[in-house]
């Protein structure tokens, strides 16, 4: 079970801005960085946010992220149905340990 | 641009050894500070993390799989393997190899992944 905590599900009109938290703890998030992945339904995850807030060459710039103390956040802005897909956070912990989100699933209404 | 391709049976029997192999082209798995990992996902749950390899063949893994897990290089195939023993129907999941960002703080590159079931 991941110690990495996001909400189960996100939704959203077109245009509008949905926002997925994700909580860790001092010995992840609070003394690392935090990468987003977007997976589409059917594909392997695909790296969209890395280092708190960077986004990885071709990624829209609707997507971005954000770091405060033991908790991040992936904002998407001007949201579209080719949105709809599972997000997880990620980061490491101190003991060199590779953590994963429990995931969001989100729906464009 | 690195790409990456799982390979390995489709089914595992419990009690066996699950191996797999992932094939990188478009680069050597030899250059930069890169760390070939391999992450997991049962069927309709989350990402787990399984471990990664260096070329120079040093190696770390999710302390809940270590016991079981063994990740090993051939950089004159350009290929890294996943060996996990004592597989149980918990096991049964995709599996995709990946590589780090340079540095290592992220996964870049993705394998397509490769479901293998654990059954009798």
């Known amino acids: 079970q991941s110690v990495l905590t996001q909400p189960p599900s996100a939704s959203g009109t077109p245009g509008q801005r949905v926002t997925i938290s994700c909580s860790g703890s001092?010995?992840?998030?609070?003394?690392?960085?935090v990468n987003w992945y977007q997976q589409l339904p059917g594909t392997a995850p695909k790296l969209l946010i890395y280092s708190n807030n960077q986004r990885p060459s071709g990624v829209p710039d609707r997507f971005s992220g954000s770091k405060s103390g033991t908790s991040a956040s992936l904002a998407i802005s001007g949201l579209q149905s080719e949105d709809e897909a599972d997000y997880y956070c990620a980061a490491w912990d101190d003991s060199l340990n590779a953590l994963f989100g429990t995931g969001t699933k989100v729906t464009v209404l | 641009q690195v790409q990456l391709q799982e390979s390995g049976p489709g089914l595992v029997k419990p009690s066996q050894t699950l191996s797999l192999t992932c094939t990188v082209s478009?680069?050597?798995?030899?250059?930069?500070?890169?760390?070939w990992s391999w992450i997991r996902q049962p069927p309709g749950k989350g990402l787990e993390w399984i471990g990664y390899i260096h070329y120079s063949g040093s190696t770390y893994y999710n302390p809940s799989l270590k016991s079981r897990v063994t990740i090993s290089v051939d950089t004159s195939k350009n290929q890294f393997s996943l060996k996990l023993s004592s597989v149980t129907a918990a096991d049964t999941a995709v599996y995709y190899c990946?590589?780090?960002?340079?540095?290592?703080?992220?996964?870049?590159?993705w394998g397509q992944g490769t479901l293998v079931p654990v059954s009798s």
């Open positions: 478009g680069g050597s798995i030899s250059s930069g500070t890169y760390y």
């Open positions: 990946a590589r780090t960002c340079d540095g290592g703080s992220c996964f870049g590159s």
């Open positions: 001092s010995s992840n998030i609070g003394s690392n960085t």
